[in-house]
């Protein structure tokens, strides 16, 4: 008898459910509303009444964001509405003129790492709920947030506090002409007397203005950083007018040094303080100790030993 009452009871709260399945499944799949809202977007994307942003390589543009790929150009067209903090779990889609790919939230933006939907995000897509709310526009891996967007959009840069940080807060690099009393591997616990997570960091450093401060406490100390501006590849050795790219190839050298040395660029950089570096990962580790260091370029097979004192 039991048994029976069992299936009764499941069979019960199936049929109870069951209209709530059908709803959700149609929900899901039908965006035809948004599609029809969003079916003249092909590339550009109207942010603001003066400003556009795309994913598609420009000549001409106001600003350009080599950490997501973006670009700020002028605008003629009304702009979207872009809403923020869609949830995780939404029903969302990506649509464009050409296509609408429907599925789910499912990861958010980590640091400039681009959101995900749980389908394809291809570049210039507004991303949608199912009450055709914007929330960002697909980059081709993901899609950028719309905070972001209209960050860049207003500004043309991200912030920056002269640390680095993993998903765990774990400090993973430090540019130490800017910064003093943090080192690597101590933990974040706050931003700004708030919790520190990857979301407020974001908030508070990467779309800050330059010249702003932000608080940080550490599991040792609290101290004030000035926000400034976000710089591709950085490195300390920049402080030295010595630029590298993520090949470890030293693409720029200031007079100084090539007329003091004769080496031309590019040349490859094999070696600080004597240690071997192999990718720019461990170059920037390297380089969060030391103010002063002594680098070795090669260059036509011949190694170039340059202290460097500030």
Same mark, same amino acid.
């Given at each position: 008898?039991?048994?029976?009452?069992?299936?009764?009871?499941?069979?019960?709260?199936?049929?109870?459910?069951?209209?709530?399945?059908?709803?959700?499944?149609?929900?899901?799949?039908?965006?035809?509303?948004?599609?029809?809202?969003?079916?003249?977007?092909?590339?550009?994307?109207?942010?603001?009444?003066?400003?556009?942003?795309?994913?598609?390589?420009?000549?001409?543009?106001?600003?350009?964001?080599?950490?997501?790929?973006?670009?700020?150009?002028?605008?003629?067209?009304?702009?979207?509405?872009?809403?923020?903090?869609?949830?995780?779990?939404?029903?969302?889609?990506?649509?464009?003129?050409?296509?609408?790919?429907?599925?789910?939230?499912?990861?958010?933006?980590?640091?400039?790492?681009?959101?995900?939907?749980?389908?394809?995000?291809?570049?210039?897509?507004?991303?949608?709920?199912?009450?055709?709310?914007?929330?960002?526009?697909?980059?081709?891996?993901?899609?950028?947030?719309?905070?972001?967007?209209?960050?860049?959009?207003?500004?043309?840069?991200?912030?920056?506090?002269?640390?680095?940080?993993?998903?765990?807060?774990?400090?993973?690099?430090?540019?130490?002409?800017?910064?003093?009393?943090?080192?690597?591997?101590?933990?974040?616990?706050?931003?700004?007397?708030?919790?520190?997570?990857?979301?407020?960091?974001?908030?508070?450093?990467? /779309?800050?203005?330059? &010249?702003? !401060? %932000?608080?940080?406490?550490? *599991?040792?100390?609290?101290? @004030?950083?000035? +926000?400034?501006? =976000?710089?591709?590849?950085?490195?300390? /050795?920049?402080?030295? &007018?010595? !630029? %590298?790219?993520?090949?470890? *190839?030293?693409?720029?050298? @200031?007079?100084? +040094?090539?007329? =003091?040395?004769?080496?031309?660029?590019?040349?490859?950089?094999?070696?600080?303080?004597?240690?071997?570096?192999?990718?720019?990962?461990?170059?920037?580790?390297?380089?969060?100790?030391?103010?002063?260091?002594?680098?070795?370029?090669?260059?036509?097979?011949?190694?170039?030993?340059?202290?460097?004192?500030?």
């Amino acid at each position: 008898m039991k048994k029976y009452s069992f299936r009764l009871h499941l069979l019960f709260r199936f049929l109870l459910l069951f209209p709530l399945i059908v709803f959700a499944k149609n929900i899901y799949l039908d965006f035809s509303p948004c599609y029809y809202k969003y079916k003249d977007i092909q590339n550009i994307i109207p942010v603001t009444k003066n400003r556009a942003i795309t994913f598609t390589k420009q000549k001409d543009y106001i600003f350009y964001d080599p950490f997501t790929k973006m670009y700020v150009i002028k605008n003629n067209e009304s702009p979207i509405n872009f809403y923020t903090s869609p949830k995780l779990g939404w029903f969302m889609a990506a649509i464009n003129q050409d296509v609408v790919y429907g599925g789910t939230y499912a990861e958010d933006m980590l640091f400039l790492n681009p959101a995900k939907l749980s389908v394809r995000v291809p570049k210039n897509t507004i991303i949608s709920d199912i009450f055709c709310r914007s929330y960002g526009v697909g980059n081709g891996k993901g899609f950028i947030k719309s905070e972001y967007i209209k960050h860049f959009v207003k500004y043309g840069y991200w912030g920056d506090s002269g640390i680095e940080v993993n998903q765990d807060m774990i400090v993973k690099y430090i540019d130490p002409f800017y910064v003093k009393g943090i080192k690597l591997g101590d933990k974040i616990i706050s931003i700004n007397n708030k919790k520190a997570t990857p979301k407020n960091f974001s908030k508070y450093v990467l /779309l800050r203005k330059v &010249g702003e !401060v %932000v608080l940080i406490k550490t *599991n040792k100390l609290t101290i @004030p950083l000035r +926000i400034r501006r =976000k710089v591709y590849n950085f490195t300390p /050795l920049m402080h030295f &007018g010595i !630029v %590298v790219d993520k090949n470890l *190839n030293v693409i720029k050298l @200031p007079k100084s +040094i090539s007329q =003091k040395t004769f080496v031309k660029t590019p040349a490859k950089l094999v070696s600080i303080n004597g240690k071997r570096i192999y990718s720019f990962d461990e170059l920037k580790r390297v380089l969060s100790f030391y103010k002063n260091v002594t680098i070795t370029l090669q260059k036509d097979g011949i190694k170039i030993t340059i202290p460097l004192r500030q």
